[in-house]
Every structure is written in structure tokens, then in C-alpha cells.
């Protein structure tokens, strides 16, 4: 395989949002990572100072580089995470160790599961996603979730001992279920939603909120 050539490749590289995998001459993957504006990010490699040197090992390395555009930045994070779990990069180091990087802990004995931010040990009675890359990148997937499905995160201290719906709800960002506001079926519905969401099946999220959408333009 010819050397890579970073110039000819970052001229035509895009600025919009996305995963980049570094390839070896094998094709093996070396690392996965992803960026708000690809163009800068990926460029940063090949700027020739100022690197750390296993990342400059890592770029004597790679032959390729593969481009996957996302709608934006927190699609971009999410199948970051999933590839990186899949293929285990070498140079994605930090994240071998998945007791030290934070996740998404769903409590699914819960008749209304909640979402959670958690790090470390991993709890047994539920559902969990990632690892991610950062809190920060949790906090982001977290925050669009409860804008997007309304699925609640409070603890379950505080869930129990409501009355009446609180900020959340009055907000669009939580369907209120400690007062009965939303059915379990219906809660149900949106939990498989963000499911997908998190398990990075956008096709199937896609199909299930069109079908979501007849049905409520039909009733």
C-alpha cells in the first residue's frame, strides 16, 4: 500500500461532525475517535509537533483513515463508544479498563426505569451503556435523552416521595410517571426508544417513532 497521504486527504476532509478510524496497512484499526469538525481534528495529527509520543507512533502507523459523518456531535460520541467496544483499539488505551470510565446505568427492576450517570463498579440489577470517553460526554448523551424521550433521573429517594411533578416535567423534559402523569406502556415505549438510542440503531429508532407518529395521527 502506498504511504498516506495526509495533505491530499485533510484538502478534501469535511468540517462537519463524525467518527475517524486510523488504519494500519492491514487494515487493523488503531484508534477511533471523534470530533465537532472533523477537518480540525483529524488535522491535529498531522501538524508534525507538539505530540505526545504515543501518538506520534500511532500516526507513523496509520496507512488509512475512515470517515463516518453524523448529524451531530453526541450521534458522533455514541458510535465512537460502540466501535471502540467492538474493536478494542491499541491505541484507545484508556479505555481498556472499563471499571475507570463512566456509563449510563438504566434500573430496569424499576416499573419506571430511570437514567444515571455512574462510574466504577458496575451494578448488577439493571442495564448499562458505554463506557464514554468523558462525564462530560455522559452528561451531553444524558441531557439530550431527557429533551428527547423524557425519561427521568432522579433517584429513586426523590421519585418516591413526590407528590406532584416537579421542574422537569414543567420543563418538557421528564413525563412525570411518580405521579402517574404517564402509563407504564406508554413509559415502555419511550424507554425502548432510548434503548436504541444508546445501542446506536438508528434505523430502528427511526422506524419505531414513524410508527409512533401514524398511530397517533390516526387515533
Not at 458522533?76 to 467496544?85: H, S, Y
Not at 451494578?123 to 423524557?150: E, Y
Not at 419511550?190 to 422506524?207: H, K, S, W, Y
Request: hydrophobic content about 35%; proline content about 4%; charged content about 25%.
Amino acid at each position: 500500500m502506498a504511504e498516506f497521504d495526509s495533505s491530499r486527504f485533510l484538502k478534501n476532509l469535511t468540517v462537519r461532525p463524525g467518527v475517524y478510524q486510523m488504519k494500519d496497512a492491514s487494515g487493523n484499526i488503531l484508534y477511533v475517535g471523534k470530533a465537532k469538525n472533523l477537518k480540525a481534528r483529524v488535522s491535529s495529527y498531522f501538524r508534525g509537533s507538539g505530540l505526545a509520543s504515543k501518538t506520534m507512533a500511532m500516526v507513523s502507523k496509520i496507512a488509512q483513515v475512515e470517515i463516518t459523518v453524523t448529524r451531530n456531535e453526541v450521534e458522533a460520541l455514541l458510535l465512537e463508544q460502540n466501535l471502540i467496544k467492538d474493536s478494542r483499539p491499541p491505541y484507545n488505551i484508556l479505555l481498556r479498563d472499563d471499571k475507570s470510565y463512566p456509563y449510563i446505568f438504566m434500573n430496569t427492576s424499576h416499573r419506571f426505569p430511570g437514567l444515571y450517570y455512574r462510574r466504577g463498579h458496575r451494578q448488577n440489577a439493571g442495564k448499562t451503556f458505554g463506557p464514554f470517553p468523558s462525564a462530560g460526554a455522559v452528561k451531553s448523551t444524558l441531557n439530550l435523552i431527557q429533551k428527547t424521550f423524557q425519561i427521568r433521573q432522579c433517584e429513586e429517594s426523590v421519585f418516591q416521595n413526590r407528590s406532584r411533578p416537579c421542574l422537569q416535567y414543567q420543563i418538557g423534559r421528564c413525563s412525570a410517571p411518580c405521579v402517574n402523569y404517564v402509563t407504564e406502556a406508554e413509559y415502555a415505549e419511550d424507554l425502548d426508544d432510548t434503548r436504541l438510542f444508546l445501542e446506536g440503531r438508528g434505523g430502528e429508532l427511526l422506524a419505531s417513532l414513524e410508527a409512533r407518529m401514524d398511530e397517533s395521527a390516526q387515533s
